[in-house]
């Protein structure tokens, strides 16, 4: 007779092939109210995995929402998980990936510095483009 102590099929979860560089789909339950769940979807790059597949493996998987990097730390035996889907493999070299950290953010600067300001007025009915004139003192430039 098998004593079932987690909801969770520990068995299919120690199987997932999880690995850093996978892009994953977690379903994730939240509740909502007395008793009631809903799913939630959180997808991202798997940027760590620790503590292999005993009880207290997790991975870390990160994803870029409204512009702001956010990063979750799941529970792989979690019952809170509905289900964890893999829609992309890539090929790796490193164990951890924290330097994505850096590199957005790198390359979230490079593009701001690229970007002009530009001023978007509508008069009558037509959009007329034109560059907005920004002081040296709020535009960051020293004025001597």
Do not use: C
Not at 41 to 67: D, I, N
Not at 96 to 121: F, G, H, T
């Amino acid at each position: 007779m098998a004593v079932a102590i987690s909801p969770v099929n520990i068995a299919q979860r120690k199987e997932l092939d999880l690995r850093v560089g996978d892009t994953v789909r977690v379903w994730q339950k939240i509740e909502e109210g007395k008793g009631k769940f809903r799913l939630q979807a959180f997808e991202g790059l798997v940027l760590a995995r620790k503590h292999g597949a005993e009880a207290g493996a997790t991975f870390t998987v990160r994803r870029v929402a409204s512009g702001v990097g956010v990063e979750k730390i799941f529970p792989l035996y979690s019952p809170m998980i509905d289900n964890i889907e893999i829609t992309k493999r890539s090929r790796v070299r490193r164990a951890k990936l924290y330097y994505i950290r850096e590199k957005v953010s790198r390359e979230a600067r490079r593009q701001l510095r690229r970007s002009k300001l530009v001023n978007i007025e509508m008069s009558s009915g037509e959009p007329a483009e034109t560059e907005a004139t920004v002081p040296a003192a709020e535009a960051g430039e020293k004025t001597e």
